[in-house]
């Protein structure tokens, strides 16, 4: 039940309890309801509406069936927070689609939320969910929970993946996600995340996320490699991707020239691609990487929608953007990925 539905029906369940019941009527005057009934009800109230809210921002991590740190030890070196890991959103942070997003700061300790499709065995494949943020949060259910119940829905396992940020003080800000994207993906390969298929393998990523996957899904090395040599016997390239208005890609906005650091050949994996254009965060980024693709002779798929902006998930706003879910359940079917 939705939290307004929730208030709708409490405060009727309430009003009807208060209301005089002809059945119970004496011939005697009718009996008053004193104020302080009055504020047990009212505090009833409260305390029920707060109850539902903590139960429905609680119920997405509650429907991972493992959390699993992805280094089982230290991390590749990097300038952590030392501020707690928290929910950064304030009272006027922006809602998508009129809702609020939870936005999560300094993820010191990077961790898979799993979240297999069925319960009896694995899916058709797993994606691993790398949620957007500039690098500084994560958008963990916009980008995040919300993709793997859909995901879920079309017979997809997914782990959603809270990598590190921030990292604006890092030379590379790119780098520690891209990491714990590669280190996720072996952890996959090698079956040390049980309930999920680990035969195939993709990445999602939204926006900075989005930026992380192409570089792991165009990645010709182990990022890590120092850190653990035996990571690179391990197939750490993902079968394919999902990009989702990724982010600096190309030189300038108004450039279709890759940045040095993504090479397309002609063993790149497919991917998809959905962008708006109207969105502030270029286009030209989805529209340069598939060009390369096309060039490659890889089979990917584009959607640039006439309007959407940034940052709207999967969630309905009646947009152009909307469409993107279904289309990309269908391209996943067509390569083997989805049921």
Not at 12 to 40: E, F, K
Not at 109 to 124: E, F, I, N, R
Not at 141 to 170: C, Q
Not at 234 to 259: C, K, M, N
């Amino acid at each position: 039940m939705t939290h307004p539905d929730f208030a709708k029906k409490f405060h009727s369940n309430v009003l009807n309890s208060l209301a005089p019941n002809p059945a119970r009527q004496t011939s005697g005057p009718r009996p008053m309801i004193s104020v302080c009934s009055m504020i047990r009800w009212s505090a009833a109230i409260v305390l029920g509406l707060l109850c539902t809210e903590i139960s429905m921002k609680a119920s997405a991590d509650e429907a991972a069936t493992a959390v699993i740190d992805i280094w089982d030890g230290d991390a590749p070196a990097w300038n952590a927070p030392q501020a707690e890991e928290s929910d950064t959103s304030g009272p006027d942070g922006r809602n998508v689609a009129g809702r609020s997003v939870i936005r999560l700061g300094n993820v010191s300790t990077p961790q898979l939320h799993v979240y297999p499709a069925h319960a009896d065995g694995p899916g058709t494949s797993t994606v691993v969910i790398a949620p957007g943020g500039g690098y500084s949060i994560l958008a963990w259910d916009l980008e995040g929970t919300e993709i793997a119940a859909w995901l879920n829905s079309v017979g997809v396992d997914a782990v959603v993946l809270k990598y590190r940020v921030p990292t604006r003080s890092e030379d590379q800000k790119w780098l520690a996600p891209v990491q714990d994207i590669q280190r996720s993906i072996v952890m996959l390969r090698t079956s040390k995340v049980s309930g999920v298929n680990a035969q195939k393998v993709g990445v999602l990523g939204f926006s900075a996320g989005g930026n992380a996957s192409a570089r792991a899904l165009t990645a010709s090395t182990l990022h890590y490699a120092a850190h653990r040599p035996g990571d690179g016997k391990i197939r750490f390239q993902p079968d394919f991707g999902v990009l989702v208005y990724p982010a600096w890609l190309v030189e300038s906005d108004e450039d279709l020239t890759l940045i040095d650091e993504i090479t397309v050949d002609k063993n790149t994996p497919p991917a998809f691609f959905a962008h708006a254009i109207d969105d502030r965060v270029s286009c030209l980024s989805s529209v340069a990487l598939f060009t390369e693709m096309k060039r490659n002779g890889i089979p990917s798929s584009l959607h640039v929608f006439s309007g959407g902006g940034h940052g709207f998930g999967l969630r309905q706003a009646d947009s152009p953007t909307d469409q993107w879910p279904d289309l990309c359940a269908t391209w996943l079917r067509q390569i083997g990925m989805a049921k």
